[in-house]
C-alpha cells in the first residue's frame, strides 16, 4: 500500500513540475512576443512590415491547402503521360 502511495505523490510531483515547465514556458514566450511587438510598434515602415506579413501569411495558407487538400494525380496516370511525351519526344 505504501509503494502506491509512493508511486502516485511521485507522479503527482511530475505532473505539477510539467504544469509548472509549461507556464514558465508560457510566460516568457509571451514577454519575448511581446517585446517583439513593442519593436515593431516603433518602426517607421510598420505599415509595409504588416503589409508584408499578411502576404507571406497568405502565401503560406496557399501553400498548406495545395499540401492537404489537393489530391495527387495516379501513379499509372504520371507514368502514361511521361511515356506519351516521351513518344512525341522520339517522333520529332
Same mark, same amino acid.
Given at each position: 500500500?505504501?509503494?502506491?502511495?509512493?508511486?502516485?505523490?511521485?507522479?503527482?510531483?511530475?505532473?505539477?513540475?510539467?504544469?509548472?515547465?509549461?507556464?514558465?514556458?508560457?510566460? @516568457?514566450?509571451?514577454? @519575448?512576443?511581446?517585446?517583439?511587438?513593442?519593436?515593431?510598434?516603433?518602426? @517607421?515602415?510598420?505599415?509595409?512590415?504588416?503589409?508584408?506579413?499578411?502576404?507571406?501569411?497568405?502565401?503560406?495558407?496557399?501553400?498548406?491547402?495545395?499540401?492537404?487538400?489537393?489530391?495527387?494525380?495516379?501513379?499509372?496516370?504520371?507514368?502514361?503521360?511521361?511515356?506519351?511525351?516521351?513518344?512525341?519526344?522520339?517522333?520529332?
Amino acid at each position: 500500500m505504501t509503494r502506491e502511495v509512493g508511486r502516485r505523490a511521485g507522479l503527482d510531483e511530475q505532473a505539477v513540475l510539467l504544469v509548472a515547465g509549461l507556464a514558465d514556458l508560457a510566460v @516568457s514566450t509571451l514577454g @519575448s512576443a511581446v517585446g517583439t511587438v513593442r519593436g515593431l510598434l516603433r518602426r @517607421s515602415d510598420a505599415a509595409e512590415l504588416a503589409a508584408q506579413a499578411e502576404h507571406d501569411l497568405a502565401a503560406r495558407g496557399r501553400l498548406v491547402l495545395d499540401r492537404y487538400a489537393a489530391v495527387p494525380p495516379a501513379h499509372l496516370e504520371v507514368l502514361a503521360r511521361h511515356a506519351l511525351a516521351r513518344k512525341t519526344a522520339a517522333d520529332d
